[in-house]
């Protein structure tokens, strides 16, 4: 759960960075208000799709790193 919770820390810095509201943010990845809250609440595992918008609609990259467990 931990690696959820510090993706959706992510998310939100990404979005912040950007200076969009999660309703800005929604509308630029066509999708709702309510989606990007739970993107960033860390409560589901989001899809490649939907992080790939999400790093888009914010203006950045989209990396996935893996480490020994």
Excluded: D, N
Aim: no cysteine; aromatic share 2%.
């Amino acid at each position: 759960m931990h690696s959820l919770q510090s993706s959706a820390a992510e998310l939100l810095r990404a979005r912040l960075r950007a200076g969009l509201s999660q309703a800005e943010l929604a509308t630029r990845m066509r999708t709702s208000q309510s989606t990007v809250a739970r993107l960033e609440s860390g409560q589901t595992l989001p899809s490649t799709k939907a992080l790939l918008r999400y790093a888009g609609a914010t203006a950045s990259k989209f990396h996935v790193r893996l480490s020994a467990a």
